[in-house]
């Protein structure tokens, strides 16, 4: 390790305006390609509170029409239709109903107060999400069934209108001037979770729209047993789906958004995620790479003679490689940090524009990211992997084409 070490040094010292380039080409790889993983994993990964996305299936939102010619068309679901498709799912451990969120006038009084998000759930969905309780506890069913005046409310309200969690607890919030009481607090959710993202939850009146049996404004989702994927419960989703429309005289129901969640966040319809991430990888990795072995083949040419020489002297292909790689692998590190330090500055300062989600969006709601959403070992181990690969691609092979060459050509500069 020393000899490598002083090797890079040397390499630092005689050549700075290579070795300049070869930091900067690494660390600006590095940067964006840990921007788009960091992004990636901020939506799709299992992340509290939403810390079971990979093993939960999404209704979307739904419309209905008219069998004979797709007329008469309405979006949305209604909680009927929503449950006779997801209840009664084998291979679904929980199943959550919700409404559309909206913005509420809330205050402590009829006469003061100010615009705050509210999302309508039902029971289990305290189930289905990691929240954390500071203080009471979630509406149970019978809340939900008897329709109670209650209500759930994040930190950040806690605060500003009692004072603490704790003292927020039975006391009465005015929600669009009717009464609700408080029953729990829970910590400030980002609004880069779009299905668990609010600042007020109340249990909402499944007799809503009870006019009309098929569309609505519900949602439905649904967590895999345990044993079950989540195509094996899509597949079984599907199948219930057809079911229900069988029951239908006139009209037909459809869920094409219908879909795992962490296929629904990035890739909507069929695609081939595949492709897309090898396509983005290749441009975020592969292509730097050839640049900058381009700039080591070139330099590679002021270092032929040496080369020659040393396979002159017995030295082995794979030792002469092995060294040029070792050298390079001490600037892929710099260059490796010096990108991360980079990608987590890009990502505070433009992060409402990187990492936005459809609840931000429409809410112009706050982008908070706290640590435990960026600081993961799977990140860390992709910095490494891409350091790595970095290294290897932009060096072994004009390395490789090098030695290669003739030697008695090479030492007549042929």
């Not at 002469?320 to 590190?333: D, G, P, Y």
Request: glycine share 6%.
């Amino acid at each position: 390790m020393n000899t490598i070490i002083k090797q890079a040094k040397n390499h630092i010292r005689q050549q700075p305006f290579f070795t300049i380039l070869s930091i900067l080409g690494t660390a600006v790889s590095i940067a964006f390609a840990m921007l788009v993983v960091i992004n990636y994993d901020i939506h799709i990964g299992d992340i509290t509170p939403e810390s079971n996305r990979s093993k939960m299936v999404y209704s979307g939102d739904g419309y209905s029409f008219k069998t004979k010619d797709h007329s008469n068309a309405n979006p949305g679901m209604s909680y009927r239709t929503a449950k006779m498709i997801f209840s009664n799912i084998k291979g679904a451990s929980i199943v959550s109903y919700q409404r559309s969120g909206t913005k509420l006038y809330c205050g402590t009084n009829k006469n003061k107060g100010e615009s705050h998000f509210c999302k309508f759930v039902d029971p289990e969905f305290w189930q289905m999400y990691d929240f954390k309780f500071l203080a009471g506890k979630p509406f149970n069913k019978a809340d939900f069934q008897a329709r109670a005046n209650v209500v759930v409310i994040n930190e950040h309200i806690a605060r500003e209108f009692y004072g603490s969690a704790e003292k927020s607890i039975g006391k009465t919030c005015f929600c669009d001037f009717s009464p609700m009481k408080i029953i729990g607090v829970v910590d400030n959710v980002s609004s880069f979770f779009n299905f668990a993202y609010s600042e007020l939850w109340m249990p909402f009146d499944p007799t809503i729209k009870a006019s009309d049996p098929l569309y609505g404004d519900v949602t439905a989702m649904a967590l895999c047993a345990p044993g079950v994927s989540t195509s094996d419960l899509n597949d079984q989703l599907h199948i219930s789906l057809k079911r229900y429309n069988s029951t239908l005289n006139n009209y037909s129901f459809e869920l094409k958004d219908m879909c795992p969640i962490t296929k629904y966040q990035f890739f909507k319809g069929h695609v081939n995620t595949t492709a897309i991430l090898f396509i983005i990888a290749l441009m975020l990795l592969v292509v730097p790479a050839i640049n900058i072995s381009g700039l080591v083949s070139s330099q590679m040419h002021h270092q032929m003679s040496e080369l020659a020489i040393r396979r002159c002297y017995g030295a082995r292909r794979w030792q002469l490689i092995m060294r040029f790689i070792n050298e390079n692998l001490i600037l892929t590190f710099i260059g490796s940090i010096l990108g991360v330090i980079m990608s987590y500055a890009m990502l505070f300062i433009i992060k409402g524009w990187l990492l936005f989600s459809d609840t931000s969006l429409l809410n112009y709601a706050d982008c908070n990211i706290s640590t435990s959403m960026i600081l993961r070992p799977t990140i860390l181990l992709w910095v490494v992997g891409l350091a790595v690969l970095f290294n290897f691609i932009s060096v072994f092979i004009p390395v490789w084409i090098a030695t290669r060459r003739n030697i008695i050509s090479t030492l007549k500069g042929e």
